[in-house]
């Protein structure tokens, strides 16, 4: 049974290139700001409160209730709540980790942008000192203004005793 007409559908044969159904997995930083807001969460006194009325409501229920009404009885050492526990944990610490990976490696980024800045400040530095340098050198080279009037009261005195005799010779 040959297809005699590529657009005909037929159910004997493939249909042809057909996409396959693959589950977009998360991106990797979408993961990771799932977990760092996982990770803040669980660590604020509201879950820590949450949490904590959680698990006494549920013991106390589970001790003090009738036994046919009680799920998770004390007599099986709350199964349930020791499972449902271990499970949160389980996933808990798995995404702690991730959000303390990252959190590492934006400290490590942070240090190296400090460590370039420090560098650069100290160049920085370095520069204006020797500027400043170079600046007192030259400032200490200028004449200062006695030094100018002394030689100027000197020439004007060398000008006063060589002036008559200048001016006959002319």
Known sequence: MARSNRGEVRLDSPKGLRTTFVPRLMDKDRMGQFSETFARAMGTPKFLGGMTIFVVVWLGYNTWAPVDLQFDPRALNY???????????????????????????RDRVQIEQDRQRAERNLNDTEYLAREIVALRLAINDMASKEFIRTELRALVAELDRQGPKDSRAE
Request: charged share 10%; glycine share 0%.
């Open 79 to 105: 199964t349930l709540m020791t499972l449902i526990l271990s499970l949160q944990a389980s996933y808990a610490a798995p995404m702690i980790l991730l959000a303390q990976n990252r959190q590492d490696d």
